[in-house]
């Protein structure tokens, strides 16, 4: 096997290719998978979480606590123009009152929004009628 030296015990992947090989059979467009491809993928999935969690630890406030933490990944992954395609799978945490109180306000600015668009129909209705009787 590619992923393993000589020795067996010594590997050069840490992550088990059984599971990357799971989730790369679960696209369909994937039929079967070259143990060289899967070992790739391994190997540069490795690199890229060793770097995101370098760059986040450096530039996060971790380092004052010798710990990478949660924060520190989703500030890298909300500032960072490398890492901002993460910002949806690492989102800054907040607490439960204040999402529903973002909640409340965007639905109440959706209401706001929909009592406009009702108005500008009403309004295009009525100068379609205008136009109908003045024909």
Known sequence: MAARLSGGENRLVSLPLSRIRVIMKSSPEVS???QDA???TAKAT????????TYSYKHGRGKEKNALTYSDLSHTAEEC??????ADI???KILASKYLKMLEKEKRDGEV???EEEDEEEEDEDE???EDVGS
């Open 46 to 53: 490795e690199l890229f979480v060793q770097y995101l969690a």
């Open 38 to 40: 899967l070992f790739l």
């Open 128 to 130: 379609t009628v205008d």
């Open 113 to 115: 929004g929909e009592d």
């Open 81 to 86: 123009e490398t890492f901002q395609f993460l």
């Open 32 to 34: 079967s998978i070259n």
């Open 90 to 92: 690492l989102p800054k």
